[in-house]
């Protein structure tokens, strides 16, 4: 068997996802139980138990599931397509409770001001962050306001420099991998998440730039969070993850004696509700009773991952370069039989 480096990983001729690769354990762990393992890390100032970022998702991320996420020590980038933008303008109350908004390109300078003055993050919503127009944005509201600001998505590094020199803090990587995204079926645009992250992060290596990388798409369990911050991401965005947990917005839908919740994209036809080029889909998943429980599940994947790697921190873990290259027979040699 061949153990490759993330720099032989990045050289591979062919795009990798989260399925493609896996951990190879080399070295006696020195971690006698999983709970010795600490997953806390700091991301943007922000001192969190866990590095994990929801997306800012009309059917993921509203005020209540903000407010949990950062109880839990997380970080809930709240959505931008309902009421709850004005709520929290107008409401003093949240405190710490929401640490994090995401905004639009039109999103006016005024209510920027104010999102300001209340210290949250801003996440600049955007499909593309190779534009234009979010180079101007970054830079106007860097110019104008001191805040934490993170833009998004790129799928490559070769402009990771432009953002970070336009005043982006943080970025969004992946295009084309999440679950009801079809940018890659309607654009042809669409890069393996391990590739995507490998390449993004050698640029930021190699050119000794500061900004935090966020590992956004592709992720279906507690392995791919791992894989992704072993690979170097400073944090994972989930989306279908937390999808259909009592915290998202929406109701919960009786269907066939199984219970429901929608899931869709945020661009998808029932966000944008007009007839305009469509890259997203609407799906539903079932019901997962409170997100703490995927929050702990997801904790307890990771912490074993870091045991199995003899890694006490996150720090360690991603300095491991030990991966192997799966067929597709030992892909599915690992999933559970029924």
Not at 233 to 260: C, F, H, S
């Amino acid at each position: 068997m061949k153990v490759y480096s993330k720099d032989e990983l990045n050289n591979f001729s062919q795009s990798l996802t989260y399925d493609d690769i896996s951990f190879v354990p080399t070295e006696i762990s020195r971690i006698k139980s999983r709970k010795e393992a600490d997953t806390a890390c700091k991301f943007l100032d922000e001192k969190l138990f866990l590095p994990l970022i929801s997306s800012p998702m009309e059917s993921v991320t509203g005020i209540v599931m903000a407010k949990e996420l950062s109880r839990l020590g997380c970080l809930g980038i709240l959505n931008r397509f309902d009421s709850s933008l004005k709520e929290i303008l107008e409401n003093d109350k949240n405190g710490d409770e929401i640490k994090s908004v995401s905004i639009a390109l039109n999103t006016p300078i005024d209510i920027i001001g104010k999102l300001a003055e209340k210290r949250y993050i801003l996440c600049l919503d955007t499909a593309n962050a190779n534009n234009h127009e979010v180079l101007n944005k970054t830079e106007e509201i860097k110019k104008k306001f001191n805040l934490r600001l993170i833009v998004g998505n790129i799928a490559h590094g070769a402009t990771l420099e432009q953002l970070e020199n336009a005043g982006a803090d943080a970025v969004r990587v992946g295009i084309g991998s999440g679950s009801v995204c079809t940018t890659s079926i309607q654009t042809g645009i669409g890069i393996g998440q391990v590739t995507s992250l490998l390449d993004v992060l050698q640029a930021r290596r190699d050119k000794k730039l500061n900004i935090k990388i966020i590992a956004d798409g592709g992720i279906k369990n507690p392995g791919d969070v791992a894989k992704a911050i072993a690979l170097g991401a400073d944090a994972a965005m989930l989306g279908r993850m937390l999808a259909g947990t009592k915290e998202t917005p929406g109701e919960v839908i009786k269907y066939n004696d199984q219970l429901w919740k929608k899931y869709r994209g945020s661009a998808s036809f029932g966000v944008k509700m007009k007839n305009e080029f469509i890259e997203g889909e609407e799906t539903m998943v079932p019901y997962k009773g409170v997100v703490k429980n995927v929050i702990d599940g997801i904790s307890d994947g990771l912490k074993s991952c870091m045991s199995y790697m003899n890694c006490m921190n996150l720090d360690e873990l991603r300095t491991k370069d030990s991966f192997t290259i799966l067929s597709e027979s030992s892909y599915l040699e690992r999933l559970p039989k029924k």
